[in-house]
């Protein structure tokens, strides 16, 4: 099976040639996949049919180990049976789409902010990929930006002043500063992780900027300074150029390297249409590679 990537933007972002994920099992293959990983950061297949737990299989055959430790497994029990399996929809256990003052709908709006996934905890995500099962009628578009190319077009002098730095991430604070309430027992469950400001891939030495609307605070600044800091590099990082939007089509499942981009989705009328989406998230530890021929 040759794999090609069409490159969907100018610095990231590929589609990849016909193939039907649940068939691909052999190292050759998933070795594929992951190089066009480091190269482009965000992969899309087209028609794919997973269920959620041949959607699971495929991602731990590609990146060994799952993130089951997600914010809102704190709020509530996945609808999935296991909690590697996110539920990214905004319909209830029932499939009714949500009132407008549902908590789980509250808690999702948030990924309307930018963010990577699993960055509140320790490991952080790696991969994270996403599943289109049922879309709206109208545009509900993700998009992405290319944190390698923000790291690579900062000044030298900034990327100086970042070395070292620690930043603290927590799902509830990209929550709280939307006005979502937590109570005493589920804050106590979403204390967050420090990561580095910046990261660099094992395989390739290319580095990025680790940022997330996650980031509340950086360890070795005083918090105004840093809150400050954190803000003009999320501008910085965001900007038109390094960003990539998806227009979803039925069957579409993409995935994206939380260590070398930032995501958010867009806005639409989410209280009137039906979005059902399914996420897996793997955890960066070790090498990919090595992980997956041990399992
Ligand atoms: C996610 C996410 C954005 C979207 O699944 O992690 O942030 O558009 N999704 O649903
Ligand atoms: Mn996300």
């Given at each position: ?9 100018p ?45 699971r ?43 407008s003052d549902?908590r ?70 990209s ?16 204390k ?8 660099e ?10 940022l ?16 400050l ?17 998806h ?12 260590r ?28 990919p ?7």
């Amino acid at each position: 099976m040759t794999l090609e990537f069409r490159k969907l933007h100018p610095l990231f972002a590929a589609e990849v040639s016909a193939l039907d994920l649940r068939d691909v099992h052999d190292e050759g293959n998933l070795e594929r996949i992951r190089a066009g990983m480091d190269e482009h950061a965000v992969l899309v297949f087209r028609d794919q049919a997973f269920s959620s737990e041949e959607q699971r299989d495929f991602a731990t055959r590609l990146d060994g180990e799952l993130h089951r430790k997600t914010g809102i497994s704190v709020l509530q029990k996945s609808r999935f049976g296991d909690e590697a399996i996110t539920d990214v929809s905004n319909v209830d256990a029932s499939g009714e789409v949500l009132e407008s003052d549902s908590r789980k709908r509250l808690y999702g709006l948030a990924n309307r902010l930018w963010h990577t996934d699993a960055s509140f905890q320790d490991p952080r995500g790696r991969y994270s990929m996403l599943a289109a099962v049922a879309l709206p009628p109208v545009a509900a578009d993700t998009e992405f930006a290319d944190m390698r190319a923000a790291y690579d077009a900062l000044a030298d002098e900034t990327k100086a002043k970042l070395e070292g730095l620690r930043v603290h991430h927590s799902i509830a604070y990209s929550r709280i500063t939307l006005g979502f309430d937590f109570s005493e027992e589920e804050s106590d469950q979403l204390k967050g992780a420090i990561q580095p400001m910046v990261l660099e891939n094992p395989r390739t030495g290319r580095r990025s900027l680790y940022l997330a609307s996650h980031a509340s605070r950086i360890l070795d600044r005083p918090i105004p300074d840093g809150r400050l800091l954190l803000r003009d590099l999320m501008e910085h990082a965001t900007a038109p150029e390094f960003v990539y939007r998806h227009s979803w089509r039925r069957g579409d499942f993409v995935i994206w390297d939380n260590r070398a981009t930032m995501h958010r989705a867009r806005p639409f009328e989410d209280t009137r249409h039906r979005r059902e989406m399914r996420r897996v998230t793997t955890l960066d530890i070790g090498d990919p590679a090595r992980i997956a021929q041990a399992v």
